[in-house]
Nanobody, 128 residues
Framework: QVQLVESGGGLVQAGISLRLSCAASGRTFSSYAMGWFRQAPGKEREFVASINWSGGNSYYADSVKGRFTISRDNAKNTVYLQMNSLKPEDTAVYYC?????????????????????WGQGTQVTVSS
């Protein structure tokens, strides 16, 4: 099991950029596919982005494609979510997640059920 701690959330104005970080501890970080999800008040948790173990493959939700970038630094046991051109509808609690298994070696998962470890979340609020 891997332990995950998110940081970098905050209150920003629309159009501003923000970078979230997720620090992992425990078993070998590089063996995990990583993902970011978010949950807005009164809504279901939704997929944002995911990345495979090497960083060579990543997926994005249509709502963030072209604005958000997921990356990882296996030497630092950290995954990042660079969020540019933020919109009020990006307001949510953002969660980092880790998924293990050889089936995710090339292509990372996008469904929450395929991630076995979760962080506590970090709040991102975008004002108009």
């Amino acid at each position: 099991q891997v332990q995950l701690v998110e940081s970098g959330g905050g209150l920003v104005q629309a159009g501003i950029s923000l970078r979230l970080s997720c620090a992992a501890s425990g078993r070998t970080f590089s063996s995990y596919a990583m993902g970011w999800f978010r949950q807005a008040p009164g809504k279901e948790r939704e997929f944002v982005a995911s990345i495979n173990w090497s960083g060579g493959n990543s997926y994005y939700a249509d709502s963030v494609k072209g604005r958000f970038t997921i990356s990882r630094d296996n030497a630092k046991n950290t995954v990042y979510l660079q969020m540019n051109s933020l919109k009020p509808e990006d307001t949510a609690v953002y969660y980092c997640a880790a998924g293990s298994g050889s089936r995710w070696f090339l292509a990372p998962p996008t469904a929450a059920v395929d991630f076995g470890s979760w962080g506590q979340g970090t709040q991102v609020t975008v004002s108009s």
